[in-house]
């Protein structure tokens, strides 16, 4: 049976999440700010939510339909056979959000939606009273632009909770966007990685999941497990075909950080995620690479939160003299200081606006600056003769 589903993404990210569906062999519907529909059966979704690297949530559609008074809201969500979805024990939660709508009371709108569900269900059953005591099913009332969308959430929590990062240090990345900076960065197996400032982890944990073609949420549960209805063991099937595509090469992937209590937590990160990685107590104005061709990636301190302003972008003009003396290497920035290329000394190639824990912030992308020139002809008497 096929059904319409989405994934909820940071803004920005909307073609890279398209991109993943592609990849999976799903078939995109509709790509619009923040969210990419897309349709299939109960194992097309669990795959969704096994690998889908850069989304946020997956839920599934079951309603559409314009609402500007609570009566229209209480209508359209009761017009939905809700007992194809709900057992008679089910335990109803009811998420909400509002955007741009008349219908701006979240906490009504969760009220009026879950009391439309009940009486639905009362109807069906034939019961005055719904016991609730059974598993529970997450609804999402969300509110755009007077549109009213009713799904069900297939994650619980976010596709961001992978199950390795129990840790955390100051102001960390999301597993989500880190996976997306990877992702944009154009990193290859074949090509060496580093992340001078590496924090928690994330982005070299990410790369290297990648890179083995591990999927994101293959230690972890989702809330559609749940479902009575779910086909054919979409989960088991989606897992078992996720652990065979599995790999464990060697990748040459490091992460560095001036904190040695960050690397421990990186090198537990790590291990809880199955991938072996390169770790180092460094400070960025160490970096010396003689390799050519790698790929930074790079979350700096902003200064609204870890330095004060000046010292960040003190940090931000040492980068550019440590990174353009890498021979051939790409660098990708993720920063929120507006003048950040001023300070930073070179415009960008390439700029994407993302967001990183709710701040503005720009993906700042630079081709390799210098490549190693090729070799002189040793000069001869010889007449030259073209290869």
Same mark, same amino acid.
């Given at each position: 049976?096929?059904?319409? +589903?989405?994934?909820?993404?940071?803004?920005?990210?909307?073609?890279?999440?398209?991109?993943?569906?592609?990849?999976?062999?799903?078939?995109?519907?509709?790509?619009?700010?923040?969210?990419?529909?897309?349709?299939?059966?109960?194992?097309?979704?669990?795959?969704?939510?096994?690998?889908?690297?850069?989304?946020?949530?997956?839920?599934?559609?079951?309603?559409?339909?314009?609402?500007?008074?609570?009566?229209?809201?209480?209508?359209?969500?009761?017009?939905?056979?809700?007992?194809?979805?709900?057992?008679?024990?089910?335990?109803?939660?009811?998420?909400?959000?509002?955007?741009?709508?008349?219908?701006?009371?979240?906490?009504?709108?969760?009220?009026? %939606? #879950?009391?439309?569900?009940?009486?639905?269900?009362?109807?069906? +059953?034939?019961?005055?009273?719904?016991?609730?005591?059974?598993?529970?099913?997450?609804?999402?009332?969300?509110?755009?632009?007077?549109?009213?969308?009713?799904?069900?959430?297939?994650?619980?929590?976010?596709?961001?909770?992978?199950?390795?990062?129990?840790?955390?240090?100051?102001?960390?990345?999301?597993?989500?966007?880190?996976?997306?900076?990877?992702?944009?960065?154009?990193?290859?197996?074949?090509?060496?990685?580093?992340?001078?400032?590496?924090?928690?982890?994330?982005?070299?944990?990410?790369?290297?999941?990648?890179?083995?073609?591990?999927?994101?949420?293959?230690?972890?549960?989702?809330?559609?497990?749940?479902? /009575?209805?779910?086909?054919?063991?979409?989960?088991?099937?989606?897992?078992?075909? %996720?652990?065979?595509?599995?790999?464990?090469?060697?990748?040459?992937?490091?992460?560095?950080?001036?904190?040695?209590?960050?690397?421990?937590?990186? #090198?537990?990160?790590?291990?809880?995620?199955?991938?072996?990685?390169?770790?180092?107590?460094?400070?960025?104005?160490?970096?010396?690479?003689?390799?050519?061709?790698?790929?930074?990636?790079?979350?700096?301190? +902003?200064?609204?939160?870890?330095?004060?302003?000046?010292?960040?972008?003190?940090?931000?003009?040492?980068? /550019?003299?440590?990174?353009?003396?890498?021979?051939?290497?790409?660098?990708?920035?993720?920063?929120?200081?507006?003048?950040?290329?001023?300070?930073?000394? %070179?415009?960008?190639?390439?700029?994407?606006?993302?967001?990183?824990?709710?701040?503005?912030?720009?993906? +700042?992308?630079?081709?390799?600056?210098?490549?190693?020139?090729?070799?002189?002809?040793?000069?001869?008497?010889?007449?030259?003769?073209?290869?």
């Amino acid at each position: 049976m096929t059904n319409t +589903y989405f994934a909820t993404c940071k803004i920005g990210l909307e073609s890279v999440v398209a991109g993943e569906l592609r990849d999976l062999g799903v078939e995109v519907l509709r790509v619009s700010d923040a969210r990419v529909d897309f349709a299939g059966d109960h194992f097309a979704m669990a795959r969704a939510c096994l690998w889908l690297r850069t989304a946020e949530r997956v839920l599934m559609k079951l309603a559409s339909f314009r609402a500007v008074t609570f009566d229209e809201l209480y209508e359209g969500v009761r017009r939905i056979r809700w007992k194809d979805y709900l057992l008679r024990t089910s335990f109803i939660h009811v998420n909400g959000k509002s955007a741009k709508s008349r219908l701006f009371s979240v906490s009504d709108c969760q009220s009026i %939606a #879950k009391k439309a569900i009940v009486d639905s269900l009362s109807r069906e +059953y034939g019961l005055k009273i719904l016991p609730e005591n059974g598993r529970r099913i997450i609804i999402e009332i969300g509110i755009l632009r007077d549109e009213v969308t009713v799904a069900l959430d297939c994650c619980g929590a976010g596709l961001s909770r992978r199950g390795y990062r129990t840790y955390n240090v100051p102001a960390p990345i999301s597993e989500t966007l880190g996976a997306a900076i990877v992702m944009l960065s154009g990193y290859r197996q074949t090509r060496p990685l580093i992340d001078p400032m590496c924090g928690s982890g994330t982005m070299p944990i990410e790369a290297a999941m990648i890179a083995n073609n591990i999927a994101p949420g293959i230690n972890r549960e989702f809330a559609a497990e749940d479902w /009575h209805f779910l086909q054919n063991n979409a989960f088991a099937a989606a897992r078992e075909q %996720a652990r065979d595509s599995a790999r464990s090469d060697k990748v040459d992937i490091s992460g560095r950080d001036i904190d040695p209590h960050s690397i421990e937590l990186c #090198k537990k990160h790590a291990k809880k995620a199955g991938v072996m990685l390169d770790w180092r107590v460094e400070p960025v104005q160490k970096l010396r690479e003689t390799r050519t061709g790698g790929v930074i990636v790079c979350n700096p301190p +902003y200064g609204e939160r870890l330095l004060e302003k000046q010292s960040a972008e003190e940090l931000y003009r040492q980068m /550019h003299g440590i990174f353009s003396r890498l021979d051939g290497w790409s660098v990708n920035i993720i920063a929120s200081h507006p003048d950040f290329e001023r300070i930073y000394g %070179a415009r960008a190639d390439k700029r994407r606006k993302l967001s990183n824990g709710g701040m503005t912030c720009t993906l +700042y992308r630079y081709r390799p600056p210098y490549l190693s020139p090729k070799p002189e002809r040793p000069k001869t008497d010889e007449p030259r003769i073209d290869e």
